[in-house]
């Protein structure tokens, strides 16, 4: 099956901070998602991106599928923006994987 | 996009006993939802898709006599724990498939311990 990597596994920022998180995909896929999953264990939907560059507020993604990586963009970080971060794909008549997941602490 | 619920939102029981966990889509008739299971700082794994009105496909690894799956209706799916035990306790999360190939939403999980 279709392997996610994401990366950094861990990261750790000061309240105000830039971060780039990156999710590298083994095979084409037609459904890549990014999800914010909160300290309560909620998985909030971020972006619908398999391809193309999406802004929402201070988050931000870009998926190049022909190269098979995606990437989410988080500016001026905040407290509330702790969590672990889950990018998951889908190729065409599979389910969806997730990858391992970026726990990301913002600190005040 | 699609709101779901879960009830209950966390439970605790004793080993041997069953446990039903309900997943309601609120604003949106699915065909087929997703049971995921969680452990602790892992990630999610699919343990079965469930389809209305037909036999949940079950993921490798996954015993079906335990982990029994109803999706009865376009708007509510059940996962009943049978015989649960200590090893079952987890973060159990469904969702919903919303046009096949597109976003999945998720209900906010059912944290489930067995003592």
């Known amino acids: 099956g279709i392997q996610v990597e994401q990366s950094p596994p861990d990261l750790i920022l000061q309240e105000g901070a830039n971060s780039t998180l990156r999710c590298n995909f083994s095979?084409?896929?037609?459904?890549l998602q990014w999800f914010h999953q909160n300290p309560w264990g909620q998985l909030i939907n971020l972006f619908y991106?398999?391809?193309g560059t999406k802004q929402n507020g201070r988050l931000s993604a870009t998926t190049v599928a022909t190269e098979r990586y995606s990437l989410l963009y988080i500016s001026s970080s905040q407290t509330t923006d702790s969590g672990v971060y889950f990018c998951?794909?889908?190729?065409?008549?599979?389910?969806?994987?997730f990858g391992e997941g970026t726990q990301l602490t913002v600190n005040p | 996009g699609a709101v779901v619920s879960q009830h209950p939102s966390w439970v605790i029981c004793k080993s041997g006993t069953s446990v039903k966990i309900e997943c309601r889509s609120l604003?949106?008739?699915?065909?087929?939802m997703f049971w995921y299971r969680q452990f602790p700082k892992q990630s999610l794994m699919l343990m079965a898709t469930?389809?209305?009105?037909?036999?949940?496909?079950?993921e490798q690894g996954v015993e079906k006599d335990k982990f029994l799956i109803n999706h009865a209706s376009l708007t509510l799916s059940t996962l009943t724990v049978t015989s649960a035990h200590p090893e079952d306790s987890s973060f159990y999360i469904c969702?919903?498939?919303?046009?096949?190939?597109?976003?999945?939403?998720f209900g906010p999980g059912t944290r489930l311990t067995v003592t």
């Open positions: 969702s919903v498939d919303t046009t096949g190939e597109y976003e999945q939403y």
């Open positions: 095979d084409s896929v037609n459904n």
């Open positions: 991106i398999p391809s």
């Open positions: 998951a794909v889908r190729t065409s008549g599979s389910r969806l994987t």
């Open positions: 604003d949106f008739q699915a065909t087929t």
């Open positions: 469930s389809n209305e009105g037909s036999k949940a496909t079950y």
